[in-house]
């Protein structure tokens, strides 16, 4: 194990003494306790951990916490936590756009990541934008509607 | 107060006090052993006590699948919580509501009917009142018989129900921690389990020390060919469990068919006749003259269905003073409850607690109760602590229950007028339930590798009564005069089945739907005139109808696209659906649209059952294209995602559903009823656009290529 690993969460700065290799879904749920960004598979397939990584979405079950080392990580607590809450999360809950929900801070940080590009996707635009999240209960074209809404402006 | 029907769920607990608590000014808890999975019950619970009780819906709090404070009732299943546990809640919260107005009409001195509550507050003639019903609740005694008290309020005095309410349960799984996979106690520590090569397999060797020396700080857990890891930290658990892999050897397991499906096909397994209907008593329904009009039969096969749950499952136990402690997204935490104390020899009852956490979706019997054995297994090497087991993506498809793999015979006979005078079916399956503490057994995988080991558990197939599993749907709502269904369990087969979302129903319905259109062909009939035809429930007949309308059936038809339709009244007493869907045929298989009409009785909230309508079609349409667990012998060889694709967020195709209102009539439960109609529908469809029917599920570019070569 060398020195601790120092990065930015969510606009605070952090100090985690962790091996380099660890992957960073673990540190951020388990070392900071942010445990809203979900563990999936834990393989890169499925999307649920995904968090931004200097505004990048990154899957953060295949990712070493040393990749974050001196930048900055976003995570849905930057999301849901604040008052009032991010567009996104206002224009999900306003759709129902969930089941179990599991999904949804995966996809919640792919959207913005998607937003931050500016514009109004298209329906078919964001569905490929999606396409590395995965949603079993069938949530798809609720959620898919919902980022259109927070997309265009429109909110709850 | 004459007829007014009980609910099951009040035999086990006939009192008022077992289902509220207004203990709390200003709150009312509300208590069910039903469990939520995403399909938003707890919040049609709310809305059906909110109505009776006159008290605003963000008022209540419900306590879920707690063994130790809450109701016993079964297991969420089958979609009958809205029509068991629904029925029961509005009892109770209706003689609550009696309870708690005559108590304030004595002290008032006034006439019980002028009694109202406008959120929780007394008023007489209009007038508000000091009383509240938490306070009228301190001094009333709750803990009388609901039936004796209850009177539920006429469906037009319902304004609650019936309305849109967002779930309650939503906002804190968006963004939050909110799962069992979140759970965090103090001094929690994290285990992982080593899942055998298959359900046979046995540890011939493990090479202990060479574990120890590369992991001193991780206790390793061995009984039997269970074994176990419990470290610290996740990730050092984590590797630690991938070491023990190496370290151990495992025997060859049970030989098995090369082909299992196929063994299903050809099993010897005694037939079942579950229905029996004849047009005269002496007929036996099969002596239709043939010649008088044609003979059409069909075979389909259906292979193995993973739950595929977002989150693998996962448990935490704890152990203190002989009492163990579990937190468990099981739907079934009474049932898991009883089959722990199975397992550890101690009355679960005075010992053992079971606590609901949610998790993320599945859709009937996961890994969710063999993960909580594991954890509590783990847990008691260590008592005092938490241990928190996650299986890995590849453990979940490997060591979960699958949906049995199926296959379905049938034959219709049609009379001169191309009318179906005969229908026989019979359904080839493994058992579709199996779930912990059923026949007094285990039921959990860890159980049989332990030392000295359970029974495995074997059990029959879920019987008619019950809605039936393997013949599940298999009986057709089609006024037709001969009607025979069979079915065949086959028991010997090392795959763990158990239920999975409509149970038999998808693979019936996909057969019976597939015959009837190809009936109409043969009768030159258009395919919903034919099923129209053909029945004499008003209730089915106005789903098809407004599908139709919905699809504008026939639609245009091309050379490579078509619409298809499907119908079933889930367990031929549940919800209504028909569903068309549009199939495009190119490169690949395409559902570009879905159209469902849905009658569900009244309905508790419109957007959640619409919700439910939508994830059933979709998650209908990734089984129907996309879904089958893969083997070698009876090793599971469907590791990842990769191997196991599911229909992605540019593949859903376009919905629409319309539900028709049936306020006056009970509710009925939908959360499967969308599903084997949406895979008959694509059967149907693809048939239309390709000119060749298609028998295998999934129906995959190879399946195509395979039957028209
Ligand atoms: S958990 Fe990271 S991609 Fe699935
Ligand atoms: S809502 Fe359950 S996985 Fe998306």
């Known amino acids: 194990m060398t020195g601790a690993i120092e990065f930015e969460v969510n606009g605070n700065a952090v100090s985690v003494a962790v091996a380099p290799t660890t992957p960073l879904l673990y540190v951020l749920r388990n070392d900071l306790g942010l445990r809203g960004t979900r563990h999936g598979c834990g393989e890169g397939d499925c999307g649920a951990c995904t968090v931004l990584l200097d505004g990048r979405p990154i899957t953060a079950c295949n990712t070493q916490v040393e990749a974050a080392a001196g930048h900055q990580v976003e995570t849905i607590e930057a999301l849901g936590e604040t008052q009032p809450p991010h567009p996104l999360v206002d224009a999900v809950l306003a759709e129902q756009a969930g089941q179990c929900g599991y999904c949804l801070p995966g996809i919640l940080m792919r959207a913005k990541a998607l937003l931050a590009q500016g514009g109004a996707p298209s329906r078919e635009q964001i569905a490929a934008a999606l396409d590395d999240h995965l949603c079993r209960c069938g949530a798809h074209n609720r959620i898919i509607q919902a980022i259109a809404t927070a997309a265009s402006g429109g909110g709850a | 107060m004459i007829d007014i029907a009980s609910s099951p769920s009040l035999d086990d607990n006939p009192n008022c006090a077992d289902w509220f608590d207004l203990s709390y000014e200003g709150k009312v808890t509300l208590r069910t052993a039903k469990v939520e999975i995403g399909q938003g019950i707890l919040t049609a619970l709310v809305q059906i006590a909110a109505d009776e009780m006159d008290i605003h819906p963000d008022r209540f709090e419900v306590l879920s699948g707690h063994t130790r404070l809450g109701p016993l009732e079964a297991q969420t299943a089958s979609s009958l919580s809205l029509e068991v546990t629904g029925r029961a809640i509005r009892l109770a919260a209706s003689a609550l509501r009696h309870l708690l107005a005559s108590e304030a009409a004595t002290l008032l001195q006034a006439v019980p009917d002028d009694v109202a509550f406008v959120d929780g507050t007394v008023h007489v003639g209009g007038r508000e009142t000091p009383l509240t019903s938490w306070t009228l609740a301190q001094t009333v005694d709750l803990n009388v018989p609901v039936m004796a008290h209850t009177a539920p309020k006429a469906m037009t005095e319902r304004c609650v129900v019936g309305t849109s309410l967002p779930r309650q349960d939503l906002p804190a799984k968006a963004v939050t921690a909110a799962f069992i996979q979140d759970l965090s106690l103090d001094g929690m520590m994290h285990g992982r389990v080593l899942q055998p090569p298959s359900l046979s397999a046995r540890i011939t060797h493990f090479d202990g020390e060479a574990m120890e020396s ?35 050897t495992w025997d060859a397991g049970a030989t098995v068919a090369a082909d299992l499906v196929e063994a299903i096909g050809t099993t010897e397994a005694a037939e079942e006749v579950v229905l029996h209907k004849a047009d005269s008593p002496n007929d036996s329904g099969a002596a239709i003259d043939p010649t008088i009009g044609a003979t059409l039969s069909m075979q389909t096969r259906r292979t193995y269905i993973a739950h595929a749950s ?266 209504y659906s028909a569903v068309i869907v549009r199939v495009r045929l190119d490169e690949t298989i395409r559902v570009t649209h879905a159209w469902a009409a849905v009658d569900a009785g009244e309905i508790i909230n419109p957007d959640g059952l619409h919700n439910q309508v939508e994830g059933g079609i979709i998650q209908a349409t990734s089984l129907t294209l996309k879904e089958a667990v893969t083997f070698d012998g009876d090793r599971i060889t469907t590791h990842g995602w990769s191997d196991y694709p599911i229909l992605k967020f540019s593949e859903v195709p376009q919905i629409a559903v319309e539900l028709i209102d049936q306020s006056h009539l009970p509710p009925l439960g939908a959360g499967e009823t969308s599903v084997a109609p949406t895979v008959a529908a694509i059967g149907n469809a693809v048939c239309r656009a390709l000119g060749a029917r298609i028998c295998t599920l999934p129906i995959t570019r190879d399946a195509i290529v395979a039957a028209i070569g």
Request: a negative charge.
């Open chain 2, 214 to 248: 590369r992991f001193p700080n991780v206790q390793i857990v061995q009984n039997g060919s269970f074994l176990g890891v419990i470290a610290a930290r996740e990730d050092v658990a984590i590797r630690a469990i991938a070491a023990a892999d190496q370290c151990t």
């Open chain 2, 310 to 575: 977002i989150a693998p499952s996962c448990a935490v136990a704890t152990w203190r003073d002989g009492e163990l402690e579990v937190y468990s997204h099981t739907q079934a935490p009474h049932g898991l409850r009883d089959a722990l104390g199975i397992v550890f020899g101690i009355d679960p009852v005075k010992h053992i607690t079971v606590i609901h956490t949610p998790g993320a979706g599945t859709y009937g019997h996961s890994g969710q109760d063999d993960v909580a054995l594991d954890a509590a297994l783990l847990a008691r090497t260590v008592p005092g602590s938490p241990v928190r087991v996650l299986w890995s993506r590849a453990d979940d498809f490997a060591a979960a229950p699958l949906g049995a793999a199926m296959v379905v015979c049938a034959q219709a006979t049609l009379d001169a007028n191309g009318r179906m005078a005969a229908f026989s079916i019979v359904s080839n399956s493994q058992p579709h339930a199996r779930r912990p503490g059923q026949d007094g057994a285990a039921g959990m995988t860890a159980a049989e590798r332990l030392e000295p080991p359970f029974a495995a558990h074997c059990c029959d197939d879920v019987p008619l009564v019950r809605g039936g599993g393997a013949e599940r749907n298999a009986t057709p709502l089609y006024a037709i005069p001969n009607i025979r269904v069979a079915k065949r369990i086959v028991k010997d087969l090392p795959v763990r089945t158990s239920a999975f979302r409509g149970l038999g129903a998808p693979a019936n319905v996909f057969t019976l739907e597939a015959l009837m259109d190809d009936a109409a062909a043969y009768a030159g009939v258009d395919p919903i005139a034919y099923r129209l035809d053909h029945l004499e429930d008003e209730r089915a007949k106005a789903v098809i109808e407004r599908a139709a309308a919905m699809a504008g059936w026939p639609g245009r038809e091309s050379d490579d696209e078509a619409l298809g339709v499907g119908f079933a009244q889930y367990k031929n007493r549940s919800a």
